[in-house]
């Protein structure tokens, strides 16, 4: 316990030495954080298509009054769009019960208010490429992209524009392992923190063109080795062979990582999700790594 | 076990009394709620979550993405970044005990915090049970010119009611100013505090449409602050005609409002509801002040060396 706690607050304070012999290495959890919306179940979709259509069933009636003013155009259009239910009349029987009608809207059902659709999306069909294509019209219709990427469908795991409602993690296959980045505190630069240098050596094996942030320098995890390069389990190990890896998040911001090839210990890289990263990597480090990943 | 109080005579009186009356009407010292009694209308009996209440309104009507957010990679990395190695608590100015010089200090309430009124909680090391987290946003409208023209206060609360999509609560004048004309109980404005998803539809409209548009923004200011989270900005009259909900129908409204926003936060300091707050997508701007005492919340070297020792 007291060889760690040592280790520690030389790190942090960078005062003492005491480190020269102790193998330490810097790793770098890399992360791209979700671009779109978490996939949501089929369960979940009913279940807030349930909501949303109770909630506007109980809602108060759209105020049309106060949107469209009288006599203008645009409440003409609004007023051509909306569906009206049938009104009750008197000696009619209704199968699925009178209608009650306030305002245009049958308050026993969810509300519908239609939108009128804008000119420009009415244009013919074979107009509706050519606007999507003109930059310089500022009316041109919103279209979204694609949830699914070109990069999902041929599975390009080099590629960062792939599971988009995911978060991915970086993960390189230095010296026959697939790991996080891991780099070798050095004694010349044992003094300028875990973090600098976790981010340095991912500049060295990925390339300047990255732009990361690092969440904090405090390391979010340690993992140690034994002399054989084996995950130790039992903390109380006092081994003085032991070698301690430091895990520091960080998250890219903008660029690339575009692997080195002056760099001979990394050969390969990957921005995986979680589950991929189970199937990916050695049980022992994924016990181990297991509970910093997210699971969305 | 009963003690005989050194003013009675008799310990008899008090030994016997009941807490309410025996004899009908029995007034209950507990509060009677009548709706509960009358079987007249049995709907009024639910609670406001039960759908069967009249009062039920559906919430989770579409996923939050502020939430999932939060939970999927801010809360993590606010554990990691105001985490600090041998935090230790900083307590706060509390009330103090009487000395005991009177025999009248005997049950008297706790003297004041020395130096203030209100006591001032106590800073305690941040753990994964005291992640920071977004509470609910208030919004506070008060129309200067209400006092004049009565129907502003009207205005400005349908205001905030067409931004939100909730329903505001009026606001009165409580103090009698008479150069200003202002008498307590003139209806002045309008606020309303949100929660959950209308608190996250509301800040992610604030942080992607409103605020990046507005002119000579450069963030809230960093001395903004109760000292205890909550962080507290405002908006003019011209930066509210960029939300969406009033852009898109200008013609209804010939005047705006500008209002005040607090952002409620459960972070302890400041300094970490800022964190809390610039990950949700709030800039921040100017100098920060941390005050002396926050600082001092780490172990000292001569003492965390013979705690190891020992």
């Known amino acids: 316990m007291m060889q760690i706690r040592q280790l520690t607050r030389s790190f942090a304070t960078a005062t003492t030495t005491t480190t020269s012999n102790i193998p330490i290495k810097s790793s770098l959890i890399l992360s791209r954080t979700p671009i779109v919306t978490q996939d949501i179940s089929e369960f979940e979709k009913l279940f807030y298509n349930y909501q949303e259509e109770l909630e506007r069933r109980l809602m108060w009636t759209f105020p049309k009054w106060f949107y469209f003013k009288k006599g203008t155009v645009a409440e003409r259009e609004f007023s051509e769009a909306q569906n009206y239910p049938i009104p009750n009349a008197r000696g009619v029987w209704f199968p699925q019960g009178n209608p009650d009608l306030k305002h245009g809207r049958d308050r026993r059902f969810k509300q519908e208010v239609i939108l009128p659709k804008k000119h420009i999306e009415s244009d013919n069909n074979n107009k509706e490429e050519d606007s999507d294509n003109d930059f310089d019209n500022v009316g041109r219709p919103i279209r979204a992209n694609s949830r699914i990427t070109k990069f999902d469908k041929e599975n390009d795991q080099t590629s960062l524009e792939r599971k988009l409602p995911r978060t991915l993690y970086l993960l390189v296959n230095q010296n026959g392992n697939w790991k996080f980045p891991s780099f070798n505190v050095l004694s010349e630069n044992e003094n300028s923190g875990l973090h600098k240098i976790a981010e340095d050596g991912l500049r060295i094996i990925g390339g300047d063109k990255i732009n990361t942030w690092s969440v904090s320098n405090s390391p979010a995890a340690v993992i140690k080795y034994d002399s054989n390069n084996k995950i130790i389990h039992n903390t109380d190990n006092n081994d003085q062979l032991i070698t301690r890896e430091f895990l520091i998040k960080s998250h890219i911001i903008a660029g690339k990582f575009d692997l080195q090839k002056s760099n001979n210990s990394v050969s390969d890289f990957k921005w995986l999700v979680k589950e991929e990263i189970k199937d990916l990597v050695d049980i022992s480090y994924y016990s181990k790594i297991d509970h910093l990943l997210s699971d969305i | ?310």
């Open chain 2, 1 to 310: 076990m009963f003690q005989q109080s050194v003013r009675q005579f008799s310990s008899s009186a008090v030994a016997q009394k009941v807490g309410c009356a025996q004899v009908k009407p029995v007034h209950h010292k507990v509060r009677i709620i009548k709706k509960f009694l009358s079987p007249k209308y049995p709907e009024l009996k639910y609670e406001p979550h039960d759908i069967r209440s009249p009062k039920y309104k559906p919430y989770l009507t579409t996923p939050d993405r502020v939430q999932d957010h939060y939970f999927n990679t801010l809360q993590s990395d606010l554990l990691l970044i105001n985490y600090r190695h041998g935090q230790q608590p900083i307590y706060g100015n509390k009330r103090r005990q009487w000395d005991m010089t009177s025999p009248y200090h005997l049950n008297r309430p706790l003297r004041k915090p020395k130096g203030q009124i209100v006591p001032s909680p106590t800073i305690k090391p941040r753990t994964y049970e005291n992640v920071p987290r977004l509470e609910g946003v208030t919004l506070n409208c008060f129309v200067k010119d209400a006092k004049l023209y009565p129907a502003q206060a009207i205005s400005a609360a349908l205001q905030l009611q067409q931004i939100t999509g909730c329903k505001p609560k009026a606001i009165f004048a409580k103090t009698n100013v008479p150069n200003w004309k202002l008498r307590p109980g003139m209806k002045m404005g309008a606020k309303i505090t949100l929660h959950g998803r209308d608190a996250s539809q509301f800040i992610s409209t604030l942080t992607e449409i409103v605020l990046p548009r507005t002119r000579d923004f450069y963030g809230i200011s960093n001395r903004s602050g109760d000292r205890y989270g909550n962080i507290a900005f405002g908006l003019t009259a011209e930066e509210v005609k960029l939300f969406p909900e009033i852009e898109n129908n200008q013609d209804s409204w010939p005047q705006n409002f500008g209002f005040d926003i607090t952002l409620h936060t459960s972070a302890q300091t400041d300094a970490d509801a800022r964190i809390l707050l610039s990950g949700l997508g709030f800039p921040f701007t100017g100098s920060e002040r941390i005050p002396k005492t926050l600082l001092n919340d780490l172990v000292s070297e001569e003492e965390e060396i013979s705690t190891t020792q020992q």
